[in-house]
Nanobody, 115 residues
Framework: QVQVVESGGGLVQAGGSLRLSCAAS????????MGWYRQAPGKQRELVAT???????SYADFVEGRFIISRDNAKNTVYLQMNSLKPEDTAVYYC?????????WGQGTQVTVSA
């Protein structure tokens, strides 16, 4: 089994920055894509950003150039640098790790952006 743990969430003022981390551990052979999703109260979980093992990244429209996803393959870790945060970015942010036939979710980390 693969364990996925997010960290780095917290409370920040609008316009501020946070850096989220997600570390995978356990039965790791070869991780393919990794991604960040978020879910706000009363809303569906939505994709924020994804990155392949070859460091090809993509972003949701609402990111608007504010976030950067990156990964360290040696550490089995993916990051999400979030800048120019807005109150509407408030959500629980989840990490997803794809390996082989399976993908794995973390427990989430809370991001709260005050006005």
């Amino acid at each position: 089994q693969v364990q996925v743990v997010e960290s780095g969430g917290g409370l920040v003022q609008a316009g501020g920055s946070l850096r989220l981390s997600c570390a995978a551990s356990g039965r790791i052979s070869s991780i393919n894509a990794m991604g960040w999703y978020r879910q706000a109260p009363g809303k569906q979980r939505e994709l924020v950003a994804t990155i392949t093992r070859g460091h090809m990244s993509s972003y949701a429209d609402f990111v608007e150039g504010r976030f950067i996803i990156s990964r360290d393959n040696a550490k089995n870790t993916v990051y999400l640098q979030m800048n120019s945060l807005k109150p509407e970015d408030t959500a629980v942010y989840y990490c997803n790790v794809f390996q082989g036939w399976d993908n794995y979710w973390g427990q989430g980390t809370q991001v709260t952006v005050s006005a």
